[in-house]
Nanobody, 117 residues
Framework: QVQLVESGGGLVQAGGSLRLSCAASGSIFGINVMGWYRRAPGKQRELVATITSGGSTNYADSVKGRFTISRDGAKNTVYLQMNSLKPEDTAVYYC???????????WGQGTQVTVSS
């Protein structure tokens, strides 16, 4: 019912910046949470940031002050502005949409972010 298409990943030097985009389409309701998760090699998937339909945000401690999540006016695209990137930020980043009432979750395909030292 929901499709998530991600873009913006790539290779960047430590201290650099990238902006990830996630475009959602399909049966999208206003009451949902969108966010970004990441999975580094050999590690479990972890939450990076989330944003509600009303604009409330939540960040992992490891990215607070460096990353910013936002949604466009139509609430169908979510962005992750990543600044001051560190090698430990290297991971596959996944976009997520979760319906607030049901908890049903949709995932994007993932986009690789590689930060060189």
């Amino acid at each position: 019912q929901v499709q998530l298409v991600e873009s913006g990943g790539g290779l960047v030097q430590a201290g650099g910046s990238l902006r990830l985009s996630c475009a959602a389409s399909g049966s999208i309701f206003g009451i949902n949470v969108m966010g970004w998760y990441r999975r580094a090699p050999g590690k479990q998937r972890e939450l990076v940031a989330t944003i509600t339909s009303g604009g409330s945000t939540n960040y992992a401690d490891s990215v607070k002050g460096r990353f910013t999540i936002s949604r466009d006016g139509a609430k169908n695209t979510v962005y992750l502005q990543m600044n001051s990137l560190k090698p430990e930020d290297t991971a596959v980043y996944y976009c997520q949409l979760q319906r607030t009432m049901s908890g049903y979750t949709y995932w994007g395909q993932g986009t690789q972010v590689t930060v060189s030292s």
